[in-house]
């Protein structure tokens, strides 16, 4: 007998862990997210977590018996014609088919998840207290109020519930009620419920209020209306006004104990993998740092965040000579003679700032999948797959004795 607690799931379930853990309607327009390769039907008992979906990594799926890769890089982020194995991006897809390995891709979605990208690189270097650098706005919800008989209020919860209706944060059938008479007079050619037709009838009513997301607004006031007993309900919808939401861009956060610049980027050096980059900073060594804002991946588009969001230090890859030189030159103009100039710069390789999700990732997979009665095992790829391979130090930097 198969004992379903411990039942692998199918890849069609485990894609909606991942859609859950990560709305793809959180990516970026430009974006390629979601399941690649693999059939839905296929059980997945094994899924090796990547940064990068390259052919070591398809080695190591291989070699351990893989059923799904999930990496943040899409492979397929712009539009290709052919999938033939007679290109490099071709011939990995026809590996994994080949292999029964499916393949899906969490980016920019991973990026501004709770317990994504940035909280992953965020805590890692130890900051606490955590918000995002660029929230996306919450999404619109509409109040529905609606007058009931009490005797059928809670019918009318759940079917408003079962439409969409009363979902906040991780709790769901959500809903406020209170009591107070309704009164009302059926003309002779309507079919009341209660009361008689050219009688005035009066009612001990519920109003019941829940949110919902506006787009589900014509589903829930349907559900509505077929549970409700009355052939009229009353009710309203009210358009409720939008807030930043608890997820986005980056976050920002602040180190439980102050340190230097020096001091931090050391931290971060410690914490992330070893790359042939290693970590730069740019600013006063002993400058002092609490606020910090992070970005996996490339973030100098995010300077006016940053400098916004008042981070003492600002800790991301791929930066460019030009952009980091201007937010430094500006940094020192604005700042009065003497005094601090933030916010510095720590910059990191693309593949070091994103890996830290890898395991947060796994976890979280795990985790929702044993709530729905399923196993996997999951496993962090070992591979390094930041691009460059070495590094040849300037005998004059190495002289003055500058570690960079």
Request: charged share 20%.
């Amino acid at each position: 007998m198969t004992d379903h607690r411990t039942a692998a799931p199918t890849l069609a379930q485990v894609v909606g862990v991942l859609d859950r853990l990560y709305p793809p309607g959180t990516a970026e327009s430009w974006d390629a997210v979601g399941l690649v390769a693999g059939d839905p039907a296929q059980p997945v008992r094994r899924v090796l977590l990547a940064v990068d979906p390259v052919d070591a990594v398809v080695d190591e799926a291989v070699a351990w018996g893989a059923d799904l890769v999930v990496t943040h890089h899409p492979l397929l982020l712009r539009g290709v014609h052919s999938v033939a194995a007679t290109t490099f991006k071709g011939a990995l897809l026809h590996r994994l088919i080949r292999s029964g390995i499916g393949l899906y891709a969490a980016h920019t979605n991973a990026d501004a998840a709770p317990h994504g990208v940035a909280e992953a690189l965020a805590a890692m270097v130890g900051l606490v207290d955590l918000e995002p650098l660029e929230p996306i706005a919450a999404e619109a919800l509409d109040k529905h109020v609606v007058f009931v008989p009490v005797a059928d209020a809670g019918r009318v919860v759940d079917a408003l519930a079962l439409a969409g209706a009363g979902a906040i944060g991780a709790y769901t059938r959500c809903a406020w009620t209170t009591t107070g008479e309704g009164t009302f007079t059926p003309s002779a050619d309507a079919r009341p419920a209660v009361g008689r037709s050219g009688e005035i009838a009066t009612v001990v009513e519920a109003r019941v209020e829940m949110v919902a997301p506006r787009r589900l607004r014509s589903a829930v006031v349907a559900a509505m209306r077929a549970a409700h007993p009355y052939e009229e309900p009353a009710f309203d919808v009210l358009e409720l006004a939008r807030w930043d939401g608890p997820t986005g861009i980056g976050r920002v956060g602040r180190l439980a104990e102050p340190t230097t610049l020096r001091g931090f980027a050391e931290r971060v050096a410690a914490a992330l993998p070893a790359t042939v980059q290693g970590v730069r900073f740019a600013g006063d060594p002993d400058a002092r740092v609490v606020r910090v804002a992070v970005v996996g991946g490339s973030g100098d588009s995010l300077f006016d965040e940053v400098r916004a969001a008042r981070a003492d230090a600002y800790l991301t890859a791929d930066l460019r000579h030009h952009p980091a030189s201007e937010l430094r030159e500006r940094a020192e103009f604005d700042a009065a003679p003497g005094q601090p100039s933030p916010p510095y710069l720590v910059d990191v390789a693309h593949f070091a700032s994103e890996w830290p999700w890898l395991s947060l990732a796994a976890a979280d997979l795990a985790t929702a999948l044993a709530a729905d009665g399923t196993t996997v095992e999951t496993r962090i790829s070992t591979q390094r797959t930041d691009p460059w391979t070495a590094r040849v130090p300037s005998p004059q930097m190495q002289s003055e004795g500058n570690p960079l």
